[in-house]
């Protein structure tokens, strides 16, 4: 049976945004993991426009097929398919990135398997790489009523122990992981782009 082609309209509104924010930390050529590229579609909007970058982009395995037909549609040299990385495993695929990039990924899983995230982020990253994490985040409680409404839906509808992160609580653990912060720069409709440094 044939698999239709996904599409996120939350991809289409926010992927301008962040690609400005990529082409001024992403400047350097080399190779980008993307963990939990969902549909595909922020891969080849990115590897398209950036294109002195190797963009990797990984998910768990359910998402793969629908990812590879953005993907192969595209049909960039610097695009290859999908790979399988689910990040609540202690094992992933060996692979070098200068840049791991991640969006909308952590709020997803429940709140014991950050530190596997970190630390797989940490250990996949060379020296000096850095990690782009984009997404909503608390800052002492909700920053929008947007915001709050995803957290209760996350908690009801995906994992009572999922939900946003207090930006606090992702300082502490990429810290604990070699990871420095460097800029945390506001984006549209209440998320923020978290920019850090394997140190």
Known sequence: MAIEKPISQ????????????????????????EIGCGTGQHAVHFA????????????????LKGANIWIEEANLSNLPPALCLDVTLSHWPVLDADYVFSANVLHYMPKAQGTGYFKGISE?????????????????????????????????????????WELSEVLELTREH???????????ANNNCLIFRKS
Not at 10 to 31: D, Y
Not at 48 to 63: E, G, I, V
Not at 148 to 161: G, M
């Open 124 to 164: 996949m990253l060379v020296s000096c790489g850095s990690l782009i994490l984009y997404g909503p985040f608390n800052q002492q409680g909700y920053t929008s009523e947007g915001n709050a409404r995803l957290d209760s839906w996350l908690k009801t509808d995906i994992h009572r122990d999922a939900g946003l």
């Open 10 to 33: 939350a991809c289409v509104r926010n992927q301008g945004p962040i690609l400005e924010v990529l082409k001024n930390h992403m400047k350097t050529p080399g190779n980008v993991v």
């Open 178 to 188: 070699g990871l420095a912060a460097e800029k945390d720069i506001a984006m549209p």
């Open 48 to 63: 398209r426009h950036l294109p002195h970058l190797y963009w990797q982009a990984t998910d768990q395995a359910s998402w």
